[in-house]
C-alpha cells in the first residue's frame, strides 16, 4: 500500500468515527434533554438520523473516492451499493 492508500483509508475511516460519535452524542444528549424538555425527543430523533445516514455517507465518499483515482469499476460497484440502499429506504417507506 501507498502513501494515497492510507490517505483513503483515513479519509473513510474518519468518516465513520464521526458519524459514529456525533450520532452518539445528539442520542445521549436527547435523551438526558427528554428528562427536562418535551424537545429532547426530536434531538434523538436527530441523533438516529445521523446513525443511519453514516454508512450512506461512508458509500458516497468511498465512490468519489473511487472516481477521483479514475478506478470506474468500483466506483460503479459503490454507486450500485448506493442504489440498493436508496431503493431499500424508498420501498421501507411505502411499505
Given at each position: 500500500?501507498?502513501?494515497?492508500?492510507?490517505?483513503?483509508d483515513?479519509?473513510l475511516?474518519?468518516?465513520?468515527?464521526?458519524?459514529?460519535?456525533?450520532?452518539?452524542?445528539?442520542?445521549?444528549?436527547?435523551?438526558?434533554?427528554?428528562?427536562?424538555?418535551?424537545?429532547?425527543?426530536?434531538?434523538?430523533t436527530?441523533?438516529?438520523?445521523?446513525?443511519?445516514?453514516?454508512?450512506?455517507?461512508?458509500?458516497?465518499?468511498?465512490?468519489l473516492?473511487?472516481?477521483?483515482?479514475?478506478?470506474?469499476?468500483?466506483?460503479?460497484?459503490?454507486?450500485?451499493?448506493l442504489?440498493?440502499?436508496?431503493?431499500?429506504?424508498?420501498?421501507?417507506?411505502?411499505?
Amino acid at each position: 500500500m501507498n502513501r494515497q492508500d492510507f490517505a483513503v483509508d483515513r479519509v473513510l475511516s474518519h468518516t465513520l468515527k464521526f458519524g459514529a460519535y456525533t450520532a452518539f452524542m445528539l442520542t445521549v444528549a436527547g435523551l438526558a434533554l427528554q428528562l427536562v424538555a418535551p424537545w429532547g425527543v426530536k434531538v434523538t430523533t436527530v441523533g438516529l438520523l445521523v446513525l443511519l445516514a453514516t454508512p450512506v455517507l461512508r458509500i458516497i465518499a468511498a465512490c468519489l473516492q473511487f472516481l477521483h483515482e479514475r478506478d470506474f469499476k468500483y466506483a460503479l460497484v459503490a454507486f450500485g451499493v448506493l442504489a440498493i440502499v436508496a431503493l431499500a429506504y424508498v420501498l421501507g417507506i411505502q411499505a
